[in-house]
Antibody, heavy 122, light 107 residues
Framework: QMELVESGGGVVRPGGSLRLSCAAS????????MTWIRQAPGKGLEWLAT????????TYAASVRGRFSISRDNAKNSLYLQMNSLRAEDSAVYYC???????????????WGQGTVVTVSP | DIQMTQSPSSLSASVGDRVIITCRAS??????VNWYQQKPGKAPKLLIS???NFQSGVPPRFSVSGSGTDFILTISSLQPDDFATYFC?????????FGQGTRLEIK
């Protein structure tokens, strides 16, 4: 059974940093592009960043480029999101998601984690 | 960026009703549209990818149509489990973008 489990969310002050983790199981993690997506309270879904299976390719939304960094450790079946210079508008539920086909950076997302909540507040 | 505009934003309907949700892309995205269902407090669930590829377990009361810029998700006979928020997403071009969602409520 394919599963993603996020961790690392919490409350952080504006300007602070946080590192989210996503543990994958039930599939060959290194074969798939992986993505971070967030959802602010009562709002829609915002794609943030995607990385290829071998980490050679990463792409970011303009809203987080230069502040957030996506990475992965295939030996640990884990995906990460390093978030720096956090702002109030970064408060959201953060999801990691698995690409459906695996070999495309632009794809649907067929497995999602349960989400981890990030709150940026003084 | 490609804008995905869903309508309606919310919809009240009864069990057994037929509902239609539309998604319009700001430019031609061929068939690179995906549909998700999200229930409160849960992660989105992929229903349909590449405009017409249904995930395993999606009931046949769900159907889709469209290509290019206009896409439609139809639920032919609403069941209690269908009351949720539905999102479209384009996978044609980065940044990947989602529609704002259609909240389907019980009348």
């Amino acid at each position: 059974q394919m599963e993603l489990v996020e961790s690392g969310g919490g409350v952080v002050r504006p300007g602070g940093s946080l590192r989210l983790s996503c543990a994958a199981s039930g599939f060959t993690f290194s074969d798939y592009y992986m993505t971070w997506i967030r959802q602010a309270p009562g709002k829609g879904l915002e794609w943030l960043a995607t990385t290829s299976g071998g980490s050679r390719y990463s792409t970011y939304a303009a809203s987080v480029r230069g502040r957030f960094s996506i990475s992965r450790d295939n030996a640990k079946n884990s995906l990460y999101l390093q978030m720096n210079s956090l702002r109030a508008e970064d408060s959201a539920v953060y999801y990691c998601a698995k690409s459906h086909l695996g070999y495309l950076p632009n794809d649907a997302f067929d497995i999602w984690g349960q989400g981890t909540v990030v709150t940026v507040s003084p | 960026d490609i804008q995905m505009t869903q309508s309606p934003s919310s919809l009240s309907a009864s069990v057994g009703d037929r509902v239609i949700i539309t998604c319009r892309a700001s430019q031609d995205i061929s068939n690179y549209v995906n549909w998700y269902q999200q229930k409160p407090g849960k992660a989105p669930k992929l229903l349909i990818s590449a405009a017409s590829n249904f995930q395993s377990g999606v009931p046949p009361r769900f159907s889709v149509s469209g290509s290019g810029t206009d896409f439609i998700l139809t639920i032919s006979s609403l069941q209690p489990d269908d009351f949720a928020t539905y999102f479209c997403q384009q996978s044609h071009t980065t940044p990947l973008t989602f529609g704002q969602g259609t909240r389907l409520e019980i009348k």
